[in-house]
T-cell receptor
Framework: DAGVIQSPRHEVTEMGQEVTLRCKPI?????LFWYRQTMMRGLELLIY????????DSGMPEDRFSAKMPNASFSTLKIQPSEPRDSAVYFC????????????FGSGTQLSVL | KQEVTQIPAALSVPEGENLVLNCSFT??????LQWFRQDPGKGLTSLLL?????REQTSGRLNASLDKSSGRSTLYIAASQPGDSATYLC??????????FGTGTRLQVFP
């Protein structure tokens, strides 16, 4: 398996623009997580899905953030409108159904909002 | 609210040294604890996962221990190498599917 695949690797945009980050989890993994990493706050969980259903979005900072998982092999995280404080590395991760399974991360998307 | 702390924040050691990284958590009601490695500009790689019923896990030169009652875990790296240079993060899973991450220890091993 190719692992968790994220795109794009880097995104530079201007304040106010819409940003869409994409993720393909490992085949057979039923859990998908979106994290954000900054120097100041470390790794923060934004939202996670189980079997394509959003379970907990309490980490989503504002209504400007939204996430979808239309099928088992694809998820998006959208920011509209983007702001400079959204600049961070966004990671997608996936794991199997059982809670005692390792979490596998993608390489992340480095987002810069100017 | 669970809080995960890692000490030290940074560590620089000469090649060949045995070293210990520390992770502490405030709520001992955990399902498991994972240690991850993160290289600059990369995602996280899971190194070891310790179930709440286990005391330790080993993989090659790495050994992780867990003391749930005291809220502590250690990652022991034997005979460190320059290739071990990375940031090491621990994360605990409680009665949900979420992992709570520590802030990490940045390790540099110099030749």
């Amino acid at each position: 398996d190719a692992g968790v695949i994220q795109s794009p690797r880097h995104e530079v945009t201007e304040m106010g623009q819409e940003v869409t980050l994409r993720c393909k989890p490992i085949s057979g993994h039923d859990y998908l997580f979106w994290y954000r990493q900054t120097m100041m706050r470390g790794l923060e969980l934004l939202i996670y899905f189980n079997n394509n259903v959003p379970i907990d979005d309490s980490g989503m900072p504002e209504d400007r953030f939204s996430a979808k998982m239309p099928n088992a092999s694809f998820s998006t995280l959208k920011i509209q409108p983007s702001e400079p404080r959204d600049s961070a590395v966004y990671f997608c991760a996936s794991s199997r159904q059982a809670t005692n399974e390792k979490l596998f991360f993608g390489s992340g998307t480095q987002l810069s909002v100017l | 609210k669970q809080e995960v702390t890692q000490i030290p924040a940074a560590l620089s050691v000469p090649e060949g040294e045995n070293l210990v990284l520390n992770c502490s958590f405030t709520d001992s009601a955990i399902y498991n604890l994972q240690w991850f490695r993160q290289d600059p500009g990369k995602g996280l790689t899971s190194l070891l996962l310790i179930q709440s019923s286990q005391r330790e896990q080993t993989s090659g030169r790495l050994n992780a221990s867990l003391d749930k009652s005291s809220g502590r875990s250690t990652l022991y790296i034997a005979a460190s190498q320059p290739g071990d240079s990375a940031t090491y993060l621990c994360a605990v899973r409680q009665n949900t599917d979420k992992l709570i991450f520590g802030t990490g220890t940045r390790l540099q091993v110099f030749p």
